[in-house]
């Protein structure tokens, strides 16, 4: 597959091409071009050919294209969904869900566009007035992880189109081709060439699109080193950016929660995906009094949880590859070693369907202490810490020395208990007594080293538009 810039599709200047592997077998299956600071160049100016001409598109009909775009997503999500489930090897119904879920998004950003104002200060002598209005920042440059690309570019795409800003879109390494089939389907639905580019390649190519003079907004997620780099390179020419990036997330299991709903919480949030997901639960404080029927319900509940191989079905796929796989192994390598126990999973996968791809059981590691590395550092797959405390207050405490600040998870039979314990975590986002989908209606983000701004919502859309005060003066003729 190609690149996608101004309306096409098109090789690297350079030829070059990178291979895109099924993490399933390991095996290569297609390449897209391996893009280069040129391609970035040719990519940048047809977005910011785009721009005058969107940026002054009525919002009726920005509303209208985005909303058309949505639909095409969720008509075609099937297609996009099984390209999805090739390269990053998340089993298929998951991955179609993505598609249609981020087509949701798509319609939740054009409505707010429809609701967005500028305003007019009415202290103003006669003949004067004060306007304050709203300008899109301009070309946008988005770069994405692996572990829900469409979703992702979503949070991103949808807010900075219905503002008025063309995107260059830069995907992981590891899942480029979703992305690319989307900016070729919302072309078809009637975006207009330069609006959406696509460009592929590796962090150097990330690397120039950050540096590049045109762009003046830098939206990421990632890794929080990537995300630290960007934000460092960005200064250089003042472009604003949103980071969302990595987590640690610890939920507090108090001795009055109901156990059941928060071991079907914590298993649900925990696994899914592989455990390749940003706020995921990574880590458990547990009162003691309650401590061991929690890991009884726990390790109940992942041994339910079945590994899809090659070829097959099941709930947990392969994680996308060896670098991120590495982290898990070091994690539960390293919990050993300190005298933790593992009492779920732990060991690499093998056999047929399993030995081309970097499969982990669901793991959990009981026992952990704070200097384990797995109760200190983002795991990124399919691993939770479990501590037991002695009270909600040393939870609270534990969960926040931290450097991340992406989400907490709270579990209590006491409302104003757990109130407290939400108001009292460091995190962009928590969750009381159950872990629902995040809304696409309200901010998320991380505080700390977990990011910079918020995505979805009218936080969302905010965010890829700047503030212009206009002053006004006339001769007033009465
Ligand atoms: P990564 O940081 O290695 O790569 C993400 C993207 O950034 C890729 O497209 C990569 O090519 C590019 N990149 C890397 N270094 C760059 C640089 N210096 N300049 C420009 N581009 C650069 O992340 P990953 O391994 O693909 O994804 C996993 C990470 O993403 C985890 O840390 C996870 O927590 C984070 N994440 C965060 C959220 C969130 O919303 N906070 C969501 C999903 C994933």
């Known amino acids: 597959m190609e690149m996608f810039i101004d309306g096409r599709y098109t090789p690297a200047l350079s030829g070059k091409v990178m291979d895109v592997t099924d993490p399933t077998t ?3 299956f297609d390449s897209v071009p391996l893009g280069d600071a040129a391609d970035a ?10 721009f005058p001409t969107w940026a002054r598109v009525p919002m009726t009909e920005r509303v209208r294209v985005q909303k058309a775009c949505a639909q095409a997503l969720r008509d075609h999500a099937p297609r996009i969904g099984a390209v999805l489930h090739r390269e990053l090897g998340r089993p298929l119904p998951g991955c179609i869900g993505e598609i249609a879920r981020s087509a949701d998004l798509l319609d939740i950003y054009a409505e707010e566009g429809l609701r967005l104002q500028a305003t007019m200060a009415l202290g103003a002598a006669p003949g004067e007035r004060t306007m304050v209005t709203r300008d899109p920042v301009g070309v946008v440059v988005a770069i994405t992880p692996f572990n829900y690309p469409i979703t992702l570019l979503m949070f991103k795409l949808g807010a900075a189109l219905i503002a008025g800003c063309p995107v260059v879109a830069k995907p992981s390494e590891d899942t480029p081709l979703s992305t690319i089939l989307l900016a070729e389907l919302f072309h078809a639905a009637g975006l207009p060439a330069g609006l959406f580019n696509v460009v592929t390649g590796a962090r ?3 690397e120039a699109l950050v540096a590049h003079p045109v762009p003046r907004k830098i939206a990421f997620t990632g890794s929080v080193p990537a995300g630290k780099a960007i934000a460092a390179a960005a200064a250089g020419t003042m472009k604003r950016v949103t980071l969302e990036l990595g987590g640690h997330s610890a939920a507090i299991v108090c001795a009055d929660a109901d156990l059941d709903r928060a071991a079907a ?7 899914a995906n592989s455990g390749q997901f940003c706020y995921r639960v990574n880590r ?10 929690l890991l009884d319900r726990l390790v109940a509940g992942v041994r339910a949880l079945t590994l899809a191989p090659a070829g097959g079905t099941g709930d947990l796929g392969p994680l996308v590859n060896a670098r991120i796989f590495a982290t898990s192994e070091a994690q539960v390598a390293d919990a050993r070693s300190r005298g933790a126990r593992i009492v779920a999973g732990g060991d690499r996968a093998t056999g047929p369907g399993f030995d081309g791809g970097c499969y982990l059981p669901p793991t ?5 202490t704070p200097d384990m590395l797995i109760m200190r550092e983002e795991t990124f797959g399919p691993v939770i810490g479990i501590a037991p405390v002695d009270s909600p207050a040393e939870a609270l405490h534990l969960a926040n020395d931290s450097r991340f600040g992406l989400a907490g998870f709270v579990f209590t039979g006491d409302l104003a208990k757990g109130l407290a314990l939400c108001e009292g975590f460091e995190a962009g986002s928590v969750w009381l007594n159950d872990i629902q989908r995040s809304s696409h209606h309200v901010p998320f ?4 080293e977990s990011g910079l701004g918020r995505e979805k919502g009218r936080y969302g859309v905010e965010s890829y538009l700047e503030y212009k005060t206009i002053y006004l003066s006339w001769e007033p003729p009465l």
């Open 284 to 293: 458990l404080y547990v009162e003691r009094p309650v401590y061991q029927a």
């Open 364 to 368: 959990l590691i009981a026992d952990a």
């Open 445 to 448: 983000g991380g505080m700390k």
């Open 26 to 28: 390991g095996a290569r």
């Open 41 to 50: 160049d040719a990519a940048i100016r047809a977005a910011a050919r785009a």
């Open 204 to 206: 150097d190519l990330g």
């Open 265 to 271: 919480a914590i298993i649900r949030h925990g696994f």
